[in-house]
């Protein structure tokens, strides 16, 4: 099973579906950016962005299927949106509202490899409390605010699906991240019955540390603070954190400096848990903006993940 949300989930489950592995991806449900964050808004039903990046990484025609469903409308009253983003809102309300349902039946439709679960039905957001003691509301707002974050909380209390419960409990091995740690990872963590179900269960629990700092959410932190965050919010150690040791091209790197990313330190001098090092960096050009990224490798990710799965 694999938690998150944003770039880094679907980026782990395009390598995951190459290896033997019957893959669940269960998927934040708080994202309010962009064509997502509209749709949410002017059609109140819940953020579908998400979990189109992982219908796009489980498919079979993953090429085909993404050049379709990342296609964004650049103008017209669809300006902004991508047709993935708009068939899953569109199978939201023909399902009253249900995200799961939609999911559901996109999948069956698309014949995946995998399943994907939203981790809530409901309408929920975000809210930090900035070290300076602001509250702010929404995902949006908490990353262009900019400030250190002390605690992050869902707005209400909301239920999980019960097919994420249930999934919980049968998995043999669940993985945390890569993704933005507070507004992806964490995200899914802050709902009680799905920290506590992870928490009690035997199943092998691996922390995948992101590559960069993100302006908004994490400048300045280590390998150890991600990690004691995430443990926070779970109410429990992870058993594995896996990060990558390579250093991206040097052009590449410093374009990200200058934008106010950073590489994640790597003090494993202050973590005492099992770790995996290993070179798993990917550069790949965004098509929207021609931009040089810095991703995990897919298939290095997977395997380091199998490598995990597979140790007594």
Do not use: W
Not at 222 to 238: A, G, Q, R, T
Request: charged share 30%; aromatic share 4%; with cysteine.
């Amino acid at each position: 099973m694999a938690i998150g949300g944003g770039t880094g989930l679907s980026t782990l489950l395009k390598g995951l579906k190459r290896l033997d592995f019957n893959i669940t991806a269960v998927v934040a449900v708080t994202d309010e950016g962009g064509s997502s964050g509209r749709l949410r808004e002017e059609l109140n039903v819940p953020p579908p962005g998400d979990v189109r990046n992982n219908f796009v990484s489980l498919s079979e025609e993953e090429e085909l299927l993404e050049k379709l469903f990342n296609f964004r409308f650049k103008n017209g009253s669809l300006q902004g949106h991508t047709v993935g983003n708009v068939i899953l809102a569109a199978l939201t309300m023909m399902n009253q509202g249900s995200l799961a349902k939609a999911v559901e039946e996109l999948s069956r439709i698309l014949a995946i490899r995998g399943r994907i679960l939203p981790v809530s039905d409901e309408l929920v957001r975000l809210v930090a409390v900035m070290e300076d003691g602001k509250e702010i509301v929404g995902e949006t707002e908490i990353v262009k605010y900019e400030g250190k974050i002390r605690e992050i909380k869902l707005d209400r209390r909301v239920k999980p699906l019960k097919d994420v419960i249930e999934a919980i409990k049968n998995a043999d091995v669940i993985t945390l991240g890569p993704g933005s740690l507070y507004t992806s990872v964490i995200s899914p963590l802050l709902i009680k019955e799905v920290r506590d179900t992870i928490r009690n269960t035997p199943a092998k629990k691996i922390y995948v540390a992101n590559i960069m700092t993100q302006p908004g959410e994490t400048t300045g932190m280590s390998l150890s603070d991600h990690l004691n965050e995430i443990e926070k919010y779970l109410h429990c150690k992870v058993d594995y954190v896996l990060a990558n040791t390579a250093s991206p091209p040097k052009d590449v790197l410093e374009r990200y400096e200058r934008e106010g990313y950073h590489l994640v330190k790597l003090d494993v001098e202050n973590i005492e848990r099992m770790m995996i090092l290993e070179p798993m960096i990917k550069i790949v050009i965004d098509p929207f903006d021609e931009k040089p990224k810095i991703r995990h490798d897919p298939e290095k990710l997977a395997h380091a993940i199998h490598k995990v799965a597979s140790m007594g």
